[in-house]
T-cell receptor, first 113, second 114 residues
Framework: GDSVTQMEGPVTLSEEAFLTINCTYTATGYPSLFWYVQYPGEGLQLLLKATKADDKGSNKGFEATYRKETTSFHLEKGSVQVSDSAVYFCALNPPSRAQKLVFGQGTRLTINP | DAGITQSPRHKVTETGTPVTLRCHQTENHRYMYWYRQDPGHGLRLIHYSYGVKDTDKGEVSDGYSVSRSKTEDFLLTLESATSSQTSVYFC?????????????FGPGTRLTVT
């Protein structure tokens, strides 16, 4: 079945460090891919998305590229801030089952000043 | 902000009691969803609705039922709560955006079953 695997957390970085959170997926066809962010005590917010191979989603300095050949959608940011501390979820929307998201387990990120 | 509210925001209940969580949206979205969030599992789909009185099961539907009698309200009921249903519950809507759809989430309900 469809699934998403994220790198194990928690991840702790210093401010201004480079961030990568790995995400790989298993799905038939060409799913849409998403990154969501959850700040403490809040619901999930859509961070970015990509709908086809080689698309790059970007928002708030974060980027992720849809790589069909490696079935990956890694999240990157060049210089993280303390305010980026949150839990990040990778998710996919299978093409055969529109609008039903499959989530990874989440990666907790802590940025120290 | 997709105009989604959830009530209650926090609830503590005893094993064996019925519990109903409410999701309310103000923007006439057709699709609505209930997820639960547990450490190590991310979010898992419980049930979803694709219109008034039209619902279907997700991957973790056992022990849960839903109802949607109005477009704006989607109710999740635990008929007889168990400790394994202690979780944070999120409601979501789906709306078209460019190519495909995007889901937006409510603030969540933290349920503790003692």
């Amino acid at each position: 079945g469809d699934s998403v695997t994220q790198m194990e957390g928690p991840v702790t970085l210093s401010e201004e460090a480079f961030l990568t959170i790995n995400c790989t997926y298993t799905a038939t066809g060409y799913p849409s891919l998403f990154w969501y962010v959850q700040y403490p005590g809040e619901g999930l917010q859509l961070l970015l998305k990509a709908t086809k191979a080689d698309d790059k989603g970007s928002n708030k300095g974060f980027e992720a590229t849809y790589r069909k050949e490696t079935t990956s959608f890694h999240l990157e940011k060049g210089s993280v801030q303390v305010s980026d501390s949150a839990v990040y979820f990778c998710a996919l929307n299978p093409p055969s089952r529109a609008q039903k998201l499959v989530f990874g387990q989440g990666t907790r990120l802590t940025i120290n000043p | 902000d997709a105009g989604i509210t959830q009530s209650p925001r926090h609830k503590v209940t005893e094993t064996g009691t019925p519990v109903t969580l409410r999701c309310h949206q103000t923007e006439n979205h057709r699709y609505m969803y209930w997820y639960r969030q547990d450490p190590g599992h991310g979010l898992r789909l419980i049930h979803y609705s694709y219109g008034v009185k039209d619902t279907d099961k997700g991957e973790v539907s056992d022990g849960y039922s839903v109802s949607r009698s109005k477009t704006e309200d989607f109710l999740l009921t635990l008929e007889s709560a168990t400790s394994s249903q202690t979780s944070v519950y999120f409601c979501a809507i789906s709306e078209p955006s460019g190519v495909g759809y995007e889901q937006y989430f409510g603030p969540g309900t933290r349920l503790t079953v003692t």
